[in-house]
């Protein structure tokens, strides 16, 4: 069964020091990796994603996650995280579902960045 | 610049009064999704459209009910609304093929009286 984790219910960090959201998934094949950042009743927003290639790939706002195959990860971070960074945080695979794509999410990570 | 739009932002309803939620793109996306969101936990998948054909989740109760007239434009209505049915509902779009990124529109919040 295709399903993502993230361990974290919320993260917090100081403004200026480095940030990282953990995800795990099981998908059978290839996945697509995504993240999503999502602003108090607002809808969610499309921070990246990985679907080949290089393993590091980079987004919006500063934010880069990392693929890792052996260890099924798919980490969400930032250099230097800012206090505007705070909301809610969902990683999402897309996999194959019956005879369509379906996307796949994690719970959520709020991240709490603190002057 | 929005390219998924959802009316209204805020929806307030009584309890069993039917509600009609819509949903529009620019995007010329042939898929689009319903989801249901309580607070601020993962977005549920209430069902999708791939083109024209309808594809329900087998757990989405059957107050729950959807038309996509067109390719731009997409209605969740919900027949007789009970409390547990407040929440937040999103409207997504993407393409079956190609890059295959979900754009959500803003959301609407569903209040039952």
């Known amino acids: 069964a295709q399903s993502v984790a993230q361990p974290e219910d919320q993260v917090n960090v100081a403004e200026g020091n480095p940030l990282t959201v953990k995800c795990t998934y099981s998908?059978?094949?290839?996945?697509?990796l995504f993240w999503y950042v999502q602003y108090p009743n607002r809808g969610l927003q499309f921070l990246l994603k990985y679907i080949t290639g290089d393993n590091l790939v980079k987004g919006s706002y500063g934010f880069e996650a990392e693929f890792n195959k052996s260890q099924t990860s798919f980490h969400l971070k930032k250099p230097s995280a800012l206090v505007s960074d705070s909301a809610l945080y969902f990683c999402?695979?897309?996999?194959?579902?019956?005879?369509?794509?379906?996307?796949?999410f994690g719970s959520g990570t709020k991240l709490n960045v603190k002057p | 610049d929005a390219m998924v739009i959802q009316n209204p932002r805020y929806q307030v309803t009584q309890f069993g009064k039917p509600v009609t939620l819509s949903c529009s793109q620019t995007l010329n996306h042939n898929v689009m999704y319903w989801y249901q969101q309580k607070s601020s936990q993962a977005p549920k998948l209430l069902f999708h459209y791939y083109d024209k054909d309808f594809n329900n989740e087998a757990d989405t109760p059957d107050n729950f009910q959807s038309r996509r007239p067109n390719t731009s434009f997409c209605f969740l209505d919900i027949r007789s609304p009970g409390l547990g049915d407040a929440a937040m509902y999103l409207c997504?779009?993407?393409?079956?093929?190609?890059?295959?990124?979900?754009?959500f529109g803003a959301g609407t919040r569903l209040s039952v009286l």
């Open positions: 999402a695979v897309r996999a194959r579902h019956r005879s369509f794509n379906k996307f796949y």
């Open positions: 997504a779009t993407s393409r079956e093929t190609g890059t295959p990124i979900q754009y």
């Open positions: 998908v059978s094949g290839n996945p697509y």
